[in-house]
C-alpha cells in the first residue's frame, strides 16, 4: 500500500493505493477518513484490481475549498477528475457521504464508471419521499439541522479531544467499537480546517436557490445506467433500513441493480463486517466484468 495524490485543479487530494489493475475508487463519509478503507483495498489489490481511496474534498490541508464551495456538484466534478486521472473507467464505491456523491456521479457521467457500489445510503433519487415515510429519519437526521448553526457544532464536536465524533459513532453503530478506525477519523478531523470542511458539506445542502443545487437536482433525477450494488447495516442509527421500501426502484437503474442488508452492521458496515462486504463488492465487481465481457 502506497500513499499517492489525485488532483483537481488546484485542489490536492492524498489518497491510499494498493494493487494494480482495474481502478476501482472508494469514498468516504462523515464523520470518518480514507485511512479506514484499509479492509476494501487490501481484498481488492488481492483479487487483481488498483484500488485508490483519497480524502474527500476539505478533509486534507490540500483540499480545503479556497472558494468554501462544498457542494455537492463540486464533489462530483473531483470525482469524475480523480476517474479521468485513474483512466476514465473505473469501479466507484462509496459510503455516507461518498455513496452521494456516488450516485450523482453515476448519473451525471455514467461513461467514466464500470460500476457503482454504495453504503449506508439508500438511492436518492426517490430519497426524499422516502423520508416522509419513515418518521424515524426525521429524529435520525436532527443532526443535520444542528449542523447549520455557525461555530457550535465545531465547538460540540472538538470538545474533549473530539469525543462528540465518538457519541456519532456509537449513536450510529451501536454495540461496536470503533477502536482505531474512530482515532484514525478523530485525527483527520482534528487537522487545522477539515472540521468545518466536512461540515460545511451539511451546510451546503439547504443552498436550493444556487446554481450547484439545481444542477445537482438534475442529476439525481436521471437514471443511473451503470450496474449497482446497495448495502445497509440492518443496525445502522443514521439511516434506517426501512427507507428501502420507499427509496428503491429498479427501474431507476436500467443495467442493474442489488440490494443487500447486512446483519450485525451499522453504519459503519465496511468496518464492522469488512469480510461480508468485501465478498458482496467483489462478486459484483466480478458479475460487472462478465456482463461487459457478454
Known amino acids: 500500500m502506497k500513499h499517492v495524490e489525485l488532483v483537481n485543479g488546484n485542489l490536492r487530494f492524498p489518497a491510499l493505493m494498493a494493487g494494480d489493475g482495474e481502478p476501482v475508487l472508494l469514498l468516504h463519509g462523515f464523520p470518518d477518513c480514507h485511512l479506514n478503507w484499509v479492509h476494501q ?24 475549498a479556497p472558494d468554501g464551495d462544498y457542494s455537492l456538484r463540486a464533489a462530483v466534478e ?40 454504495t453504503l449506508a445510503v439508500p438511492p436518492l433519487k426517490r430519497l426524499p419521499q422516502a423520508v416522509l415515510r419513515v418518521p424515524e429519519q426525521l429524529l435520525l437526521s436532527a443532526y443535520m439541522d444542528f449542523f ?3 461555530l457550535v457544532p465545531e465547538w460540540v464536536l472538538r470538545r474533549n479531544d473530539l469525543a462528540g465524533v465518538e457519541w456519532l459513532w456509537q449513536r450510529w453503530s451501536p454495540d461496536w467499537d470503533g477502536g482505531d478506525y474512530l482515532a484514525n477519523a478523530q ?34 433525477a436521471r437514471p443511473i445506467a451503470v450496474p449497482t450494488l446497495v448495502m445497509l447495516g440492518r443496525k445502522d442509527g443514521c439511516m434506517s433500513p426501512r427507507l428501502l421500501d420507499h427509496a428503491v426502484q429498479a427501474r431507476d437503474f436500467p443495467v442493474g441493480l442489488q440490494v443487500e442488508q447486512i446483519s450485525g452492521a451499522g453504519h459503519f458496515l465496511h468496518l464492522e463486517r469488512p469480510q461480508r462486504i468485501n465478498e458482496l463488492l467483489l462478486a459484483h465487481l466480478a458479475q460487472t466484468a462478465v456482463q461487459t465481457a457478454g
Not at 483495498?41 to 480545503?64: D, K, Q, T, W
Not at 468545518?196 to 439545481?214: C, E, I, M, V
Open 41 to 64: 483495498l487490501e481484498a481488492l489489490a488481492g483479487a487483481g484490481y488498483c484500488a485508490v481511496a483519497p480524502a474527500m474534498r476539505g478533509y486534507a490541508p490540500g483540499c480545503l
Open 148 to 150: 447549520q448553526l455557525p
Open 187 to 220: 485525527r483527520v478531523l482534528a487537522e487545522p480546517g477539515a472540521l468545518s470542511g466536512a461540515l460545511n458539506w451539511y451546510r451546503h445542502l439547504p443552498r436550493f436557490w444556487t446554481a450547484a443545487h439545481r444542477e445537482a437536482r438534475s442529476w439525481m
Open 78 to 117: 473531483d470525482v469524475c477528475a480523480f476517474a479521468n486521472q485513474l483512466g476514465g473507467a473505473v469501479h466507484l464505491v462509496g459510503h455516507d457521504w461518498g455513496a452521494a456523491v456516488g450516485y450523482l456521479a453515476a448519473a451525471r457521467s455514467p461513461e467514466l464508471f464500470l460500476s457503482l457500489s
